[in-house]
């Protein structure tokens, strides 16, 4: 694909000693990644929210929830042709108290007794206007920790019946968009760098550059395991207890 590298306008705070990491764990793709293949890689993990709250299937340095509030984000697919499968990516707005500019899935907090699939859902609609009935629940992803604020996530993923209509909520998205998953996988696109993390030693830090963005922190990783699981990288997914937070 040959993308210029702009790493648009949010701030990566990279820490002093950062090095390059390595290639694209997967193997070589020419054809697309279609929605079938996703569908077929969740189709034996299990239904959404069966793993135990305080547990986490941890899958290529993965962590587990450590904050009574967690929240949960949508990761939402579709085709346009019934064929290539495209994930919705947002932009936050530059306004909010933290992560502007960043790039992630439509999602957050619980509110009061509110279940995770139900905050995903309720959050997507707020932020981008996705109309709840339309989205077809077929997994989850690794609950997760991230570095820089503590905040716990859990991360559902949907099948869309097509291009959704999307209305971004200025007061929280300053953008909407959404990219090829067999894009992510270019090694034009797909970067790793090696963080020495004060008090935690090196983490692997997974990137994807895209046209005035770069995808990085939770979101990158969210992409990476849902890649992961959908190319077949043997990835050893375990039940562990507490894990080391991750960016």
């Avoid at 999307?166 to 909407?176: F, S, Y």
């Avoid at 990476?224 to 190319?231: H, M, P």
Wanted: hydrophobic residues 40%; charged residues 20%; without cysteine.
């Amino acid at each position: 694909m040959n993308r210029p590298k702009r790493s648009g306008p949010q701030v990566i705070p990279r820490p002093a000693g950062v090095r390059p990491g390595g290639g694209p764990p997967w193997p070589p793709r020419q054809q697309a990644i279609t929605l079938q293949e996703v569908r077929d890689a969740f189709s034996g993990v299990g239904p959404p929210g069966e793993l135990p709250a305080e547990l986490s299937r941890t899958v290529r340095d993965g962590a587990t929830l450590r904050t009574s509030s967690p929240a949960a984000v949508l990761v939402p697919l579709f085709s346009d042709d019934d064929r290539v499968a495209r994930v919705v990516l947002t932009r936050r707005a530059p306004h909010l108290r933290s992560h502007t500019h960043q790039v992630a899935f439509p999602g957050g907090r619980l509110d009061h007794g509110e279940q995770p699939l139900a905050a995903a859902l309720r959050e997507a609609t707020e932020e981008v206007g996705l109309d709840p009935a339309v989205v077809h629940v077929i997994g989850q992803l690794s609950p997760l920790e991230t570095m820089s604020s503590g905040a716990s996530i859990i991360p559902f993923v949907g099948v869309l019946p097509g291009r959704p209509v999307l209305r971004p909520n200025p007061a929280e998205v300053e953008a909407v968009f959404d990219v090829a998953l067999s894009d992510l996988v270019d090694p034009d696109v797909y970067r790793e760098e090696i963080w020495p993390i004060p008090g935690v030693g090196e983490r692997t830090m997974w990137l994807y550059e895209l046209d005035g963005d770069t995808v990085w922190g939770a979101t990158a990783r969210m992409l990476t395991e849902l890649l992961d699981l959908v190319l077949g990288v043997d990835s050893d997914p375990v039940i562990t207890g507490r894990g080391t937070p991750g960016g």
